[in-house]
């Protein structure tokens, strides 16, 4: 009985702990916008953004078919064969989905995915380190090192729309499925979870492949 009061609290105080490490790597990376507002920076978020209202704008079809004669001058950029459109397709979803409980703009979804991703990667390699190790204590130390590494943070940080925040965070999704989902019987559901952040991780890449053959 004392073991399992133990085992309690100690699972209590691991998600507390992972619910803090979680909320103070959003806040860290917010400083950009609580210093210079709602503003996307730096030269390749902008054309991101660009990217992203444009295909908020016109649609699916007419964004893969997008020739961009006002970049590259004077020969242009078949844009939509040559971009990575994960980020895009994910902030334009999230911007439709956000909008039916509150108006937001899509410039405000763009300024803040990389916050927002870049916190819950730091869950997800926390979760990896658990599995891969066996240790609870392991993984909730992992995810609290990752919030705070400067090479992440200054790909996450708020206003810095750039594929780097979107992709760590699939790709640390990806891993821990794919090693949960070898732990043993009955973990064929973790496998499909697997196979769905696979794709989704490399769609970007093979879509984009896809339309230049």
Not at 3 to 12: C, D, F, N, P
Not at 14 to 33: D, G
Not at 103 to 117: E, G, H, K, R, T
């Amino acid at each position: 009985m004392k073991s399992m009061a133990y085992s309690t609290i100690g699972t209590l105080f691991r998600i507390v702990c992972l619910y803090y490490v979680v909320t103070n790597a959003y806040e860290i990376r917010l400083f950009a916008i609580r210093t210079y507002g709602r503003v996307i920076h730096e030269f390749d978020p902008w054309f991101n953004f660009r990217a992203t209202k444009y295909l908020a704008e016109n649609g699916w079809t007419k964004f893969f078919r997008w020739f961009d004669y006002k970049v590259w001058y004077p020969l242009g950029r078949p844009v939509g064969t040559t971009i990575y459109p994960g980020m895009q397709i994910l902030s334009v979803s999230l911007w439709k989905v956000l909008n039916w409980f509150q108006a937001i703009s899509l410039n405000d979804v763009c300024v803040f995915v990389p916050a927002w991703l870049g916190a819950t990667s730091s869950l997800w390699l926390g979760l990896l380190t658990a599995e891969a190790s066996g240790s609870n204590h392991a993984g909730v130390i992992a995810a609290a090192i990752y919030a705070i590494i400067p090479a992440h943070i200054m790909r996450s940080v708020g206003g810095g729309y750039d594929n780097e925040s979107v992709a760590m965070d699939c790709m640390c999704a990806t891993f821990y499925f794919w090693i949960r989902s070898i732990r043993g019987k009955g973990s064929w559901k973790i496998g499909v979870l697997t196979g769905l952040a696979y794709v989704f991780f490399f769609s970007w890449l093979s879509t984009t492949r896809a339309r230049l053959t």
